[in-house]
T-cell receptor, first 117, second 114 residues
């Protein structure tokens, strides 16, 4: 069974400083991993995805994440925070169970990112 | 191109009533999935439909049902509403059945049960 743990429920940074949102996962198979962002009263937007290619994945808006199998981690980073980055971020896992998949994404509990001027 | 569209955007129902939520996927997408997001939590998987058949189901009671139409749009039905069904219901679509490539989500339907 797959699961996701986001290690921080809230992260607060100043504008222009680095962002680090931490995520650990558990999976019985080779997982695909994603980060989604949700702005208030909005749907979910895909930031980036890892699907067994390069371990360092670049996404939209300057975000990137590194897949570390030995640490079962997929942390999200950005060198310099912008006010518009304030939102809730979800780490998500999908399992490819022997070539079959029934389309389930498993979400973490979310990390709320606050950016101060 | 239109994204994933959901209707209505907001809904208020009384306990015991029934509700139908609607979703239109991106043109060409054959997979539609439904997720429930309770306030303060991550979305939880309810159903996946692909090529008009149910392909996956999450841990939800039989009060929840869904279907997919020939044009790949979908409806989610919830019977005998409980206060705990109050949530944001998200629809997601993709071209393929596998979730490994990610989904495109709609903006959701906010259901309030009073």
């Amino acid at each position: 069974a797959q699961s996701v743990t986001q290690l921080d429920s809230h992260v607060s940074v100043s504008e222009g400083t680095p962002v680090l949102l931490r995520c650990n996962y558990s999976s019985s198979y080779s997982p695909s991993l994603f980060w989604y962002v949700q702005h208030p009263n909005k749907g979910l937007q895909l930031l980036l995805k890892y699907t067994s290619a390069a371990t360092l994945v670049k996404g939209i808006n300057g975000f990137e994440a590194e897949f570390k199998k030995s640490e079962t981690s997929f942390h999200l980073t950005k060198p310099s925070a912008h006010m518009s980055d304030a939102a809730e971020y979800f780490c998500v896992v999908s399992e490819d169970a022997g070539g079959t998949s029934y389309g389930k994404l498993t979400f973490g509990q979310g990390t709320i990112l606050t950016v101060h001027p | 191109d239109a994204g994933v569209t959901q209707s209505p955007t907001h809904l208020i129902k009384t306990r015991g009533q029934q509700v139908t939520l609607r979703c239109s996927p991106i043109s060409g997408h054959k997979s539609v999935s439904w997720y429930q997001q309770v306030l303060g939590q991550g979305p939880q998987f309810i159903f996946q439909y692909y090529e008009k058949e149910e392909r996956g189901r999450g841990n939800f009671p039989d009060r929840f049902s869904a279907r997919q139409f020939p044009n790949y749009s979908s409806e989610l039905n919830v019977n005998a509403l409980l206060l705990g069904d109050s949530a944001l219901y998200l629809c997601a679509s993709s071209i393929v059945r596998s979730a490994n490539y990610g989904y495109t989500f709609g903006s959701g339907t906010r259901l309030t049960v009073v």
